[in-house]
């Protein structure tokens, strides 16, 4: 029974961060857990209209919750009766998740949704529910690894640094929206992350979402599919701060450029803050419409570039003191000279001279070095798409076709 309630928690929990106050407050405020028979949880709603409507709007949202928390053999089921409503009201301080009673809930119904949660937050004092409202914006996709504090400053990245921090204090205020632009693996998404963490600790009543650009492309196409574009629109238009990572991705698709230049008026309008990432500046962008193109440079557009000797260095020291290892000074300078790509292939290079450490009990030399260092650039040239690069393949992907249909 214990173990079913706290599974429940977890589900509640979790959707709590992705839905509004009142969204959330229609459809599970009047919740019940029942009981947990085996793998089974019963849980109760107030009627048959609100049972059909959870079961259409979130059983897939559920599994998914239960999947990813480790139990994919449970099953919850939604159940309407009279009978184990009114058990449960006799009991109901026995769960500090009830905010208000059922009797309470029809009373206010009809009133404006915004009005009713007010009305909730009020008068829940004694749950916490205020705090809790603050957590269930946390978004699930910002990782704490991620902070100004342990991002390595240099000449190439100290002004999106600046940047970054100072929207992180006054969010929608100096430098809005603002577009950080640079290479792969160049610390644009550590920033963006920063961002969206330390305005959290800052404003902890902020809505803040961080998203990859694919994954918002694969939510608009998956919200019609479902037929739920307008939850999709409400959930990123009613936002404090939006963190769009990757708008590149979005090139060559006209349906998501047109949905993101509408809900980046709508938080442009309100003083929200938007911060973007991309590969390259806004007008290289291909096939991306001109007038959105032109909202990413209505604000800051800041650019990392790829670090100096002297950064390289830096960040090859920290990444070796985090994994436990001492390279000596020569091998961190050759590590430096050679590895000039970005961050994460310095990184990379660490991370094979620990392992040769670890697994064949062997110390550093030049030799093992220049071996790690040709394997990262062999692997960042067969992954770069330069222009004469795809010329070629082009050639001979045409050349290949030519003989099969010689043949």
Partial sequence: MQEGKNIWSLILAAIRKELSEEEFYIWFE?????????????????NSFHKNQVEKRFSKRIKEILIEKGHSTINVEFIHSQNELKDHNTESKDIPLKA???QQDLQTK???????????????????????????????????????????????????????????????KKYNPCLI?????????????????????????????????????????????????????????HLDMLLLDD???????????????????????????????CDRQPSELVNFTDRLKSRFTRGLNVDISKPNFELRVAIIEKKAEEDGIKVPKNILNLVAKKVTTNIRDLEAAVTKLKAHIDLEDI????????????????????????????NI???????????KTYK
């Fill in 247 to 277: 708008i590149h991705d979005l090139q060559k698709k006209e349906g998501i450029q047109e949905e993101l230049f509408h809900t980046f008026n709508a938080l442009y309008e309100d003083n929200k803050q938007m911060v973007f990432t």
């Fill in 30 to 46: 009047n919740l019940y857990f029942i009981d947990a028979i085996g793998e089974n949880i019963k849980i109760a709603t107030p």
């Fill in 363 to 390: 110390e550093i030399d030049t030799n093992i070095v220049d071996k790690i260092i040709k394997e990262i650039i062999a692997y960042e040239n067969d992954n770069t798409n330069t222009p004469n690069k795809i």
């Fill in 100 to 102: 208000i009673t059922h």
């Fill in 110 to 172: 009809n009133k404006d949704i915004k009005t009713h949660a007010k009305n909730i937050i009020n008068n829940t004092k004694q749950y916490s529910i205020k705090e809790e409202i603050h957590i269930k914006y946390r978004n699930p996709f910002l990782k704490k690894k991620y902070t100004f504090e342990n991002f390595i400053i240099g000449t190439n990245n100290k002004l999106a640094y600046n940047a970054s921090l100072s929207i992180a204090k006054n969010p929608g």
């Fill in 181 to 237: 632009y640079g290479g792969v693996g160049l610390g644009k998404t550590h920033l963006l992350q920063s961002i969206g963490n330390k305005t959290e600790e800052l404003h902890k009543e902020f809505k803040i979402l961080y998203v990859t650009a694919e994954n918002f492309l694969n939510e608009f196409v998956e919200s019609i599919k479902t037929n739920e574009t307008k939850r999709f629109k409400k959930k990123y238009r």
């Fill in 393 to 403: 393949r082009k050639y001979q992907k045409s050349y290949i076709k030519g003989i």
